[in-house]
Structures are given as C-alpha cells and as structure tokens.
C-alpha cells in the first residue's frame, strides 16, 4: 500500500493502466440461530443511497449485501445491554479530532495538563493530550525502496538489488504511463466539458450520465467516457486530482527526484536507532492547515467510531469507543521505528485494540515492529492490519509488518490481517485490488466504496483494505466492550471462527479467468460478522 496507504484511489494508475464497568447479562442467546451465507441469491437491483453509506452495516441474508450484520447486532442483540470503554488506537496519517462527527469519541489522556509544557505523566511526550504525532512537520516521505537504495547498508546485497530493480521497472513504466495518463487527463477533462453541457450542471452523477439519449457521436462518445471514469466512485474533480496526482509521480521519478529529497531531515531523529525516542510533538492533525494529509487516518478513524444515530454523516462500527490516534504513516512509507513505538505508546495509554491501515514491501528494521506486536500481546492487546491492495498472494509476497516472519508460522496471536470485499454478493464479492493469502489473510471484510468521515466536517467514500481493517476494528472494539474479559486472542479466534463461510468460487484481482474457491483465499475462509462474532464472544465468556 502507498501514498498515504489507501487505495483510495491513488494507485490509480494501476486502474486505468492495468480507505462505570460492564454489567454481567443473562445470556438469552442461546436460541438464536448463526448467520451463514445465502447460496445462488444475489442482489439485482443497485444500491440505493442510503444502502451504500451502511452497506458495511448490512446484513448478507435480509439485505443481500456482504456486510457484517451490524445493524442486526445492535438490533437484536445488544439492545438495554451496556458495555465498558474502549481506546481504539489508530496508527496512521493523523485523525482530524475537530471533526463535528468524531470531536465526542478522541481519546483524552487525563494524566496530561494541557499546554503546560510538562511530561505531567512521565512518559516522554509532552503534552501528549490526544495522542503523538511521530512524523513532526513532516507528510511526504520516501517510499522503502527508494530508502534503501539510498543507504545500501540497511539490508544485505540481494535485498538493495531487490529494491533497484523495482525502481529500474518503475522508471520503465513511468516513460509510457505518463504519456497515457496525460492523454487521459485531457480526455476526461473534454468529455467532462461536454456532459456538463448538455445536462446543463457542473455537477452530475453516474446515474444522471447513464440516462443520457442522444445521436451526437461527440455526446455519446464523452458519455463512454465518463461511465467508466465515475465507475470508480470518485467525484469528477478527485479523478482529476488523482491522475494529476500520478502524472506528477511519473515526472519526479524520471527526473530522479524521488532519490534525492530527504524528508527526514526536519524530525530532526536518527530512524535507524530505535532508542532515540525523543522526536515529533503533540500535534495529531499534522501541519497542514487545510488537513488534506489526514484525509486517511480521518477517513479510518470514523469508519471505526463516528458517533452512531446522530443524523450526521455515516456510522461508526462500534458504540463506546474512544480514538487514541498515533500520526505515523507518511504520503510514502513508513519508517520501522515510528511504527513499532507508535504500537508501543498506544498500548501503555490504554489501547485494547490498534488499528494499522498501512503496510510496505522491505522493511529494514522489521524485528522492532515484530518486538512491538510481542509487547502488545503481552498486554492483552489486539491488533488489526490490512492486507495490502496489490492483488496479490501474500503467502509468497512480501507484505509488512505481519505476524510471521517465514509466512508459515505465526510468532504472536494478537494480530488480525484483513482482506477486501466489494458489495456486490456474488462471483465479484471479492475487491479487485485485494490481497490474498490462504496462510497470511485471516479473514475478509468491506473494504469497497466505504462512506466515513474526512477532514474539515466532510464525509467521502473510499476504498482498500485500509477501510476494510477498521471495519474489523470496530467489531473487535464491540466485543471488548462488552466481553472485556475475552483475551486478545480469544476476540482474534471469534473474528474468523465466526465468520460466515462463503464456498462460491470469486474472481480473484479483478480477472475474469482467475476464479478460485473463497475458501482458498485467507486461513478462515470467511467474512466478518459482527452478529455472529457476539453470539460466539457470549458463549466463550461464559466458559
């Protein structure tokens, strides 16, 4: 994942060219029947609005549609029960804590005076009232392998020539990329022209296109145009940026300009020493005033905890959580350090679970993040990451961080690794752009055309497994709260176990001719399920 870790959509030249305690129940669960997944039904009629904000929430049996049934759960199974608080840490590009739908839900580190500039607590940051931004002034960054080709001493011979030849490949694709993006760029631009003509708007949706009936080849060509330029759930002016956003990419890489900027410079740290601790400042948001570069983490952050059954904007998955947020995932990729304290500092300010919507393809200093997963396992904490959105198999692709060194044997059990779905049921439930891994997935979730929230009290769709990871979060967050004394592990087993099964064959990667079994693509063979996971939470708990 890249470029500030969605796929939401950038990388989208990979598209075209190729996101009081709680108080013990009398269980009456134990008549209630499993969800499982319907066989030979799909949803023939599209989405309507309202379904496609929630479809995460939605059911796979009433609705048809391969959410997590939580809207069910809270319907049918937690109603008059109360649960305890959660701190959900968000590692990630910074969370916008002033947004009118997630300023209730941030997490307040009561042990810190605020502006005093004094460690009140002791534990090196000061004034660390909502959390710790590792990145400092900083929001562009190197990706690893430009990193590594610019110190070869972080990794041995095979590995720096690993990383050449990826940027040799790029700098290829660059030189035909560019020419086809600019030339899209400009077709886009044209044919966006000629709708708004004709529909007499500036603004337009794919249906309002659909519908256009004409006999001028210049219409119905800009019509062709956009339909499938809007098929990507982007507005007309976030394609735009997108794709000026990947031509920009291209022209720096052929001028060698990603080789020569070191963005680390202002942190003013050494990210090859684990021990120098003392870098970065209190401010979560970032620097940016118009907070564009925490439109992920913000994004992530409300698909987890935007205040539920307010009539503002979408729903968060979970009720009674708090965002402790962790600024750590750069526009490139992130440093091993920042990420493995940053687990570290979410854990020792209370985290019960730690989302990671990032991910990277070297990672020079792995061990320190594979002895902060340990860390947070040790004290009890769950962690969910997304699985990458390269289409491909992470059993035999690199994907860091994971929770097994040799992609065979797990070295903690406190770690969830999460696939895409799409929201159609059926052969294409699978997103196209997802990764796999019958060893190293652990189960599926939505993760296509989620509505959360963004920066400056605005809500967006996106997609990747980067909004399919909080969704998992969420319903982790949820049995937490009310199974607080469920371990780690345990929430981690209930999340795949009780999946429901899906036994159809799906198209892998967005290729009609890769069909393959769902149950070959992640170690559970399943997609998360929020009713199902608290029917399984109350029996566990009650052992």
Known sequence: MNSIKPICLSAFAVLVLAGCGAQKQVSSFSSVALISAPLNIKKVAPLKENELERWSH?????????????????????????????????????VDIEHED??????????????????????????????????????????????????????????YQ???????????????????????????????????????KGVYTIDEVNTIDSKDTVILESKATMQRMLSYGMSVVDLEKAIQGDIDGMTALLNGDNLKQDYRKVVGDNPNDITD????????????PDKE??????????????????????????????????????DGDEYDKDIALGIRYAVDNGAK???GSFGKSFSPHREWVYDAIKYAEKKDVLIVHAA???????????????????????????????????????????????????????????????????????????????????????VAAIIRSYYPTLSASQVKHILMDSGVAI???????GNPKDSRSFTTLSKSGKIVNAYNALLMADKMSRK
Do not use: C
Request: charge should be negative; glycine fraction near 10%; avoid cysteine.
């Open 102 to 159: 997630l300023k209730s839900v941030i997490w307040t580190n009561s042990k810190e005076i605020a502006g005093n500039g004094i460690d009140d607590d002791n534990n090196g940051y000061v004034d660390d009232i909502h959390g710790w931004n590792f990145l400092g002034d900083i929001t562009k960054e190197n990706l690893e392998y430009e990193r590594i080709i610019k110190d070869k001493t972080l990794v041995d011979e095979v590995t």
């Open 293 to 330: 570069g925490i439109l992920h983490g913000t994004h992530v952050a409300g698909i987890v905890a935007q205040v539920r059954n307010n009539n503002i904007g979408g729903d968060g998955i979970a009720n009674n959580v708090e965002i402790l947020t962790v600024r750590a995932v750069p």
């Open 353 to 355: 679970v730690i989302n």
């Open 277 to 288: 601790t003392k870098y970065g400042n209190n401010n979560v948001m970032g620097p940016d």
């Open 388 to 474: 990458g959105n390269d289409g491909k198999d992470i059993d035999s692709n690199e994907n860091f961080p994971n929770d097994s060194d040799d992609k065979k044997t797990e070295y903690a059990d406190n770690m969830l690794t999460i696939g895409a779905l799409n929201f159609e049921y059926g052969d294409k439930v699978v997103a196209r752009f997802s990764n796999i891994g019958k060893v190293n997935v652990d189960v599926f979730a939505p993760g296509v055309k989620i509505y959360a929230t963004t920066p400056n009290d605005t809500f967006k769709y996106l997609q990747g497994t980067s909004m399919a990871s909080p969704n998992v979060a969420g």
């Open 58 to 94: 939605l059911d796979i049996v009433n609705d048809t549609i391969p959410g997590m049934s939580v809207d069910r759960a809270y319907s049918e199974l937690l109603k008059d029960k109360k649960g305890v608080k959660v701190i959900v840490g968000i590692v990630d590009s910074g």
């Open 503 to 509: 036994t159809e064959s799906v198209v892998v990667a």
């Open 162 to 200: 690993e990383a050449k030849k990826i940027n040799d490949d790029k700098i290829a694709q660059a030189k035909a990329g560019k020419t086809r993006l600019e030339g899209l760029l400009t077709l886009t631009s044209s044919a966006d022209a000629v709708i708004e003509k004709h529909l007499s």
